[in-house]
């Protein structure tokens, strides 16, 4: 069964960095940038289109987070972020402040 791009979008949540941070260490959280659509990456992954999330990685367009984000997110506790799970990953994108 294909996932839909409408039955993901749906599917997105906000949430605080102390959230997500138990994703983080099991190594599930994935960074997308804000030029990226968040429901386009989750259904891309969900559907295994690896030419396509093989090129945003290539181009740092969807990473594992650095370990700078990881600090800038662990000393500021306002920022949040749009989420998405696409098991076993949890998709985050940082919302503007």
Not at 7 to 18: G, N, T
Not at 34 to 51: H, K, M, P, Q, Y
């Amino acid at each position: 069964m294909k996932i839909t791009r409408e039955e993901l979008a749906v599917q997105v949540d906000v949430a605080q960095w102390s959230w997500l941070r138990a994703h983080l260490e099991r190594g599930g959280l994935i960074v997308v940038n804000r030029g990226l659509d968040l429901v386009e990456v989750g259904v891309s992954i969900a559907s295994d289109d690896t030419a396509v999330v093989g090129d945003w990685i290539q181009t740092g367009l969807l990473a594992k987070p650095s370990a700078e984000q990881i600090s800038a997110w662990d000393a500021n506790e306002e920022i949040s972020f749009s989420a998405l799970i696409i098991s076993p990953y949890v998709l985050i994108q940082e919302q503007k402040q």
